[in-house]
C-alpha cells in the first residue's frame, strides 16, 4: 500500500502562488496515474487536475486550467501542484491520490489518498 503525504500548503493572498507537494512512500506510484482533489467547507470532493504516470498527460478543472499546472517527479515519488493566481474560491482541502485503477476525474477511481492540506486565500 503507498502512503501519501502532502504538503505546501497555508494562507495566501488573492493572486498569490503555492506549490503543493505530494510525496509518496512504500510504494512506487511511477506507474500511476495522480490526481490532485479539492474539497471546500460544506463541499464534495472535486478533481483538480491529474497526471500520468509518464507525465506526458495532464488534465484540469475548468476552472484551474490556466492557473494549476501539475508536474511529476519519478525519481523522488513526488507529485507536485503549482497553484497561481489564487483566488477565495480556491481555499480547500487539497488532496493527492493515485492507485492502480487511477484515471479520470472520478475520485472512486483511485484508492490511496494522503491526509490533505488546507489552502487558505484572502480577499
Known amino acids: 500500500q503507498v502512503q501519501l503525504v502532502e504538503s505546501g500548503g497555508g494562507l495566501v493572498q488573492a493572486g498569490g502562488s503555492l506549490r503543493l507537494s505530494c510525496a509518496a512512500s512504500?510504494?512506487?506510484?511511477?506507474?500511476?496515474?495522480v490526481g490532485w482533489f479539492r474539497q471546500g467547507p460544506a463541499k464534495a470532493r472535486d478533481f483538480v487536475a491529474s497526471i500520468s504516470w509518464s507525465g506526458g498527460i495532464t488534465n484540469y478543472a475548468k476552472s484551474v486550467a490556466d492557473r494549476f499546472t501539475v508536474s511529476r517527479d519519478n525519481v523522488k515519488n513526488t507529485v507536485y501542484l503549482q497553484m497561481n493566481s489564487l483566488k477565495p474560491e480556491d481555499t480547500a482541502v487539497y488532496y493527492c491520490a493515485t492507485g492502480p485503477t487511477a484515471w479520470g476525474t472520478d475520485h472512486r477511481l483511485f484508492d490511496s489518498w494522503g491526509q490533505g492540506t488546507q489552502v487558505t486565500v484572502s480577499s
Open positions: 512504500g510504494r512506487t506510484i511511477s506507474r500511476y496515474t
